[in-house]
Structure formats: C-alpha cells, structure tokens
C-alpha cells in the first residue's frame, strides 16, 4: 500500500511546486516500498539521501519563486525550510550511524515531514500569487509595475523533477 497519496488539497496551484512536491511524494513512497519489501538497511539509506539531497534543492526553488513573486512571508518561511532540512539531514545522520534501524516512527515522520509543510505553509504560496494574478488583471493601482506572474508564464524556477544528487554526504 502506498504511504502518500496525491491529492487535490495538496495543490499549490504552482506547476513547478506542485510538480516537485510530488516527486518527494514518490521518494518517501519509494523508501516505504522499499521498507515494506525488506530490503537492505544501505538500501534505504540510498533513497534517504536523494530524499535530502532533492529537498534542499526544491526548497531553494520555492524561496526564488517566492522571491520573483514579492511573497510577503519569505524570510519566516525560508526559517522552516531550514528546520525541515535540519530535521531530515538529522534523521539521515542517525540512520547512518552504525546499528541504527529504521521503523514504522521513521515513516510517520517522512509523512508529517511533507504533508504538514505543505498544508499548513506551501499553500499560502498558491494562494498570494492568486491574489496577485487577479489584481494585476484588475488594473489595481501599482498594478501594471506588478510581474506577470501567471499558472501559463510561470517564474523562472526550473521544473525538474529529477533527484538532483545520489547522495548527500
Ligand atoms: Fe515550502
């Protein structure tokens, strides 16, 4: 059975996010099956890795496009990239360390790790640029210096849903 599912209440309503947050899905997916199927301690360990190594690279996508778009919240919400970082490199120190195990308390927290960042601060992201959007199609004053930030030209942030690294070290 697969740990996360993608859902609608996930969507940030940012292609590129929403693309990345999905490829984290399929990572943490991949080391539940992974764990589910038995396979080795090392194994585990090389999905952790692009797991960290993938998070850090989205989470600095999502800080530039928060930036290209003036979100208002970018300097509380690049604080809790950072501790989310520092949670899941921790986590892979320790699971590093000679006779650690994994257990079922290791994917509880890989699926509140997510879900909750998402639901509770990614979303907000979604909905300012929306806000955004509907303004500058309003002629709103300040509006024509605004960017066009639109769901079809969306900022600069590269889409790739592709682990950027094999490992972290
Ligand atoms: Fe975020």
Not at 41 to 58: C, P, S, T, W
Not at 74 to 99: D, P, T, V, W
Request: charged share 20%.
């Amino acid at each position: 059975m697969t740990l996360l599912s993608w859902r609608s209440d996930y969507r940030v309503g940012i292609d590129v996010i929403d693309c990345e947050h999905q490829a984290l899905f399929g990572l943490i997916n991949d080391f539940h099956d992974k764990f589910a199927g038995g396979d080795t301690h090392g194994q585990l360990l090389v999905v952790l890795n692009r797991l960290v190594a993938y998070a850090e690279a989205h989470f600095q996508h999502e800080e530039t496009l928060m930036r290209e778009i003036g979100y208002p919240h970018l300097a509380e919400h690049q604080q809790m990239h950072e501790q989310l970082y520092s949670s899941i490199f921790a986590l892979n120190e320790k699971l590093s360390q000679h006779g650690a195990t994994m257990n079922a308390d290791t994917l509880r927290f890989l699926k509140t790790w997510i879900t909750g960042h998402i639901i509770q601060e990614d979303l907000s992201i979604g909905e300012f640029l929306e806000r955004k959007i509907i303004t500058v199609r309003r002629g709103a004053p300040g509006a024509p210096g605004a960017p066009m930030a639109t769901r079809e030209a969306q900022p600069s942030v590269q889409g790739n849903a592709t682990p950027r690294a094999e490992a972290v070290k």
